[in-house]
């Protein structure tokens, strides 16, 4: 640091001392924001009281005594507040992981097609793009829940669309997958086969690094992990049925049941974000210059080796940290449930419990803090990703 | 060893597959491979298959005037324009008193005209650019909020605003008042001439116009432009702070920064809503509408440090020495020197920014305050208009609003970025 030396160096005047002065407005800053928070929590301790607010964490035991109507743990009006709170988390990361592989999905194949050379495709994904861009997500929440799925017609009228899948009113209605006694093999298997995949695709590295030969990754991967699933199940005797859905009188019997609420908040978060992750892949791959494409082909790799050897390595380095923070945006936003009613950490949490019982602190502290544990631990590994993927320069 | 020598010419190729012309361009842009040839193919069927009904229902179909509900709900019959028609005052003012009206006017046509000029770049304007400066804003915005309807209604008071603010363009243009100057106006002097304009104040003989009233797009408006105003300076201070070189300032700056964008601005609402009473003595208790406006203010600020901090993070350090071995004190290094620079890197950024800002100020309906999408929503259940077709027809009025606010915003954004690149470009 250069200015280092200068610090050094006793200067002429106490006062024009750079440490001194430094010193001094630090002091000042700590002094402010310590009075500032000092009262902060000296008020809220006498308007607390004052008002015959809850300031302790005693209402965490007590029995809820209100219904939710989406629920992956046990649940019923006599569980407790705490429980709730777990019911509630369950809800949001459940919205956020399908959301993400969706937006995932759909983001890399507009991303691609916006750099298309065919017309027609590029200029439909970036008409779609600008639109998702330029509105508000909590009106495509709405036009998605209010004014798509709220009209669909009712149970008895239901759209199909086959295989035990139809769309009404009340929401998404799929067969019910039921699993029998010797169901857990099956997943053990595919569990298995990945692991298998990973250590072939080890293998494989080491072949090339050492003969040269190129192993077939991708048809030996698919093999693994497909076929010893299939085998299990056939082996055992089918232990997985679907219970398929059937209409008796106004509503269906039967069959898996998914609320509108879930469907549109899955659906408007997902195309939402698509349209930002397909922004962040097409600057990704225009960020590899057009001489590593060039070289590739004069190096006479294919079409397909110079896109799966040459640019998507290079792009990956740019477009991994600013796709993190898409997933991190999709899973903040999907406290935008709460518009909607669908029972996520916001509108259970901080929306009914806290309407309940009042101890507005505690429990907004507790619903900040789950979103920010949630960045931290995303942060964390970012950090590590980049170090392993940073530029290695002499 | 042995030599190749060519012996004999070299056959002749056929001339090349067609390239240009309509065939060729058929065969780029259509029929161009095997994913994108079928893709596109079905990109067209769907365009074919949906713009006929599109434009029967929003035009053709439409029902452009009514007195209630009773003609949307006709089976078969499009776009309820009437309803938006009938509500639109509503949509705009909210439930502000019918009679006070031109007091937002005043504010909007103010303020609109102040911040044109703030955002046009110096230096000349083309014939276009002026003509659009002196009467296009002026007359945007009486078309946007008083509408043409408000002639009727009103006809001096009203043409007297849309005089004002194309005699207020003028006057900021011809006179020559220093970009300082006019800055000066639009942040110390507009906001409190607007706060008493629109509060009412006894010693100007205008009534009071409690806040619970306050509604719909001009609020929207109005909580966007305070958000946004405040977060750059703020956001400037937290980034120099997330990069100074004394630690307890760097510390209280990451801090802040960092959980400000680490939770939902949802969370953020909330607090501001249920906590910042509790936090302050009882008798200083804000306003219902100022705090969740004070919450857009410090979550806006967090967003805008980090992306300023991206600008200062790209000048060069030569930068900053070169500037010290010349004499200046930091904040004459930073003024002149820095962020001149590290703005001008990240405005794309800045405006991107102040979109999703602009966008993020529907959320505010979370805590009661009638914003243009709340007062949509309200609007849309009135059981007088009711009918299938009510809801696709505002939601869509409400997208293009915020289509047009969003994508213009991110047009200028580009245009600025061209000019300030002027001298980057070869």
Known sequence: MSLDAARERPSGSFFYNPRVRGLFWQAVLILVVGFLGYEAVVNAATNMRARGIPTDFAFWDRVASFDINLTLISYSATSTYGRAFMVGLLNTLLVAAIGVVLATVLG???????????????????FYV???????LLLQLLFIYNAVLKPLPNPRDSISFGAGFYLNNRGLVMPDPQFAPGAGFILAAGVAGIVASVFYRIYAKRRQAQTGEILPVGRVSAALILLPPVIVYLLLGQPISFEMPILRGFNFVGGLRVLPEFVALVLGLSLYTAAFIAEIVRAGILAVSHGQTEAAQSLGLSRSQTLKLVIIPQAQRVIIPPLTNQFLALTKNSSLAVFIGYPDLVQVFAGTVLNQTGAAVQVIAITMAVYLVISLITAVIMNLYNRRMALVER | MSLYLRRDEAPT?????RAGGAIGWLKDNIFSGWVSGPLALAFIALIVWVTPDLVRFFILDAIWTADDGA???VQGTGACWAFVDRKLDFFRYGSYPVAEHWRVDVVIMLGTVLSARLLW???????FGLFAFLIGIPLFIFLMIPGPAAIIREPSLELAILAGGIALACALEFSKLRTLWVGLIFFVLYPVL???LLKGSPLLGLIHVDTNLWGGIFLSLLVATIGIVFSLPAGILLALGRRSELPAVRFF???????VRGVPFITVLFMANTMLPLFVPDNWSPDRLMRPIVGFALFAAAYMAEEVRGGLQAIPKGQSEGAMALGLSYWQRMRLIILPQALT??????VNIFISLFKDTTLVAIVGIFDFLRAIDAARIDPVWSGPTVSPTVYTFAAAFYFIFCFGMSRYSQMMEERLNAGRRR
């Open chain 1, 108 to 126: 890399f194949f507009l991303g691609i097609a916006r750099l298309s050379k065919n017309f027609v495709v590029a200029k439909l994904s970036s």
């Open chain 1, 130 to 136: 600008e639109i998702m861009r330029n509105t508000p």
């Open chain 2, 13 to 17: 190729m056929p001339p090349p597959v």
């Open chain 2, 71 to 73: 003609a949307c709900r």
């Open chain 2, 121 to 127: 770049p110096d230096g000349k304007k083309s014939t």
């Open chain 2, 194 to 196: 607007g706060a008493y």
């Open chain 2, 253 to 259: 700056s990451i801090l802040y920064i960092e959980f």
């Open chain 2, 345 to 350: 890197l990240v405005i794309p950024g800045i």
